[in-house]
């Protein structure tokens, strides 16, 4: 028999007590020190090795701390998952990793029911609009000040899906690619200057990275194409962190407009703010890490 523990959403497997001599704890026998040292090693890289989008919309590019109060729309089900009050970076089963067997693992964590799965808010855009995705970290950016310049970033990718049903998987011909947000710099073929620089694309544009490694902040941002069909559609985002590791996807819906104010419309009629994302780095002075200058940190919710 064994006892099943999780960490951070991953099931762990740990042999029982066993009686050795006068030993009657949780003994490490020689024959299972190998094994702890591979679980102390790996169980790290499991809670690095996973990522999902909180937030289908929200107020703050290049921001520093999530803040739930800048989300105006959630991906499907973030109500079931909790994803507006738990702790950021905790995913409560919402991480959605693909594997080789799309029949039995599909495209998306949940499949689409728009009727049910916008208990909170569902994202609505206009063409040409700039949308930030925030999402966690998770152990995985380089930032020299902490000492860590060689995780990899493979590919971060935005599609919409061509019709009403979500498609088999991630070859599909019906995911439509919108846009590439970019790959983090990693490795020694990059300076630390570069690599401790913000913004910075790709999944690693996480500035307070070292802050809080498990569970810092990063952001994407991506821009509706000017030709796309105002209604209803699927957006789905696609990270690879390593080759040799499978995608992770998350899925969402949203009603496009062919204008701002259409959208604008739409989110008055939900109770919704009208701003266009910020950017942090234009509103405040960031001198070596830290907002310098006159005033306090400026917030354009309050400050309009």
Known sequence: ATYIST???????????VTVGSCEQYCVLP?????????????????????WIVCTDYLENNGWYWDQAKCRAWPRNARQYNLQNRQFGTSGGFVHRLDNHPEERPLCNDPRDDDNSYTLPMAAYYLGQKVVLPHPINNHANDPRCDIRNRVDTENLMFVVDGDEDP??????????????????YGSDYSDEVLMTYPKVGFQNA????????DSMGTYNFTIPTDLKPGRHT?????????????????????????????????????????DPWDFYQINNIVDGAIVGPGDQVDPIVTG
């Open 7 to 17: 960490y951070r959403n991953f099931d762990v497997r740990i042999k029982p007590r």
């Open 31 to 51: 024959n299972m020190k190998a094994s702890l040292v591979l679980l102390a090693a790996v169980l790290p890289a499991l809670a690095a090795a996973h990522s």
């Open 168 to 185: 088999c998987c991630i070859n599909s011909t019906k995911l439509i690619q919108i846009f590439d947000m970019g790959v983090s710099p």
């Open 207 to 214: 500035p307070k990275f070292c802050e809080d490694e498990e």
């Open 235 to 275: 957006f789905v985002w696609k990270w690879i962190r390593d080759p040799a590791v499978n995608p992770f996807t998350t899925c969402w819906e949203a009603d496009v407009f062919a204008t701002k104010a259409e959208r604008d419309a739409e989110y008055l009629a939900t109770g919704r703010t009208t701003e």
